[in-house]
């Protein structure tokens, strides 16, 4: 549960930190933790902004953090340079496609946000199941906000692992033709569909076939 963006947002030194907080709709401890990954991604890698694919972040979750990566770096979904493996952690790793540098940002297991208010859990818990007051809601956006200027004040060594990192880097995101699926007839591209019958499918309409071994 996060908290909507009021005025002076907390993290307004961090220049772009209202535009991230204004594309993913509130701010909230994941929004911070990813900016910051990303303020720390730039600074190492010697980058600006990826205006095309110059960046790559591997992402190893789909939380908030996500979103203020993709405002700060450029990396983004539909650009192909933002790659999502299913890790359930956070933790990222941005490269630079010029230099060949990579680092690898990790959430530090020392560093508690819950440590930081005690008193939030539960507060939020109340707020999540749709049993708190008007000023319950109003006292968990101001805890909120105080443990957002927490994380965008906190040196970058006390909220993360750093390390540079040697990765293979991804070819660029590719352009493919596109089909259409033999049976609900909409247009798919070529490398993501299934061939039955001798006849071409979307995954939508394909049947699944597994042994499970």
């Known amino acids: 549960m996060c908290s909507t963006i009021p005025p002076g947002t907390p993290g307004e030194a961090h220049g772009r930190f209202a535009e991230a907080a204004a594309f993913h709709g509130h701010i909230c401890p994941g929004l911070a933790t990813g ?41 983004t979904a539909g650009k192909g340079n933002l790659l999502f493996k299913d890790h359930g952690k956070h933790a990222f790793t941005f490269i630079n496609r010029k230099t060949g540098a990579a680092i690898r940002v990790v959430s530090n297991p020392s560093f508690n946000v819950d440590s930081l208010d005690p008193d939030l859990a539960p507060l939020r ?57 033999a049976k609900c007839g909409e247009m798919t591209a070529e490398s993501r569909v299934r061939v039955e019958d001798g006849k071409f499918v979307c995954y939508a309409c394909s049947r699944e076939y597994s042994r499970h071994l």
């Not at 730039?42 to 190893?60: F, K, M, N, P, W």
């Not at 101001?142 to 004040?153: D, F, G, L, S, W």
């Open 35 to 75: 900016y910051r990954a990303a303020e720390v991604a730039l600074a190492r890698l010697r980058s600006g902004r990826s205006e095309d694919e110059e960046l790559v972040t591997i992402a190893e979750t789909d939380a908030c953090g996500v979103d203020a990566i993709q405002v700060l770096t450029g990396c």
């Open 125 to 181: 818990a109340r707020v999540m199941q749709g049993l708190a007051t008007d000023a319950e809601h109003t006292e968990f956006h101001k805890r909120t906000e105080k443990i957002v200027e927490a994380i965008m004040k906190a040196p970058a060594e006390h909220l993360f692992i750093i390390h540079e990192v040697d990765v293979e880097i991804p070819e660029r995101a590719r352009i493919f033709s596109s089909v259409a699926c």
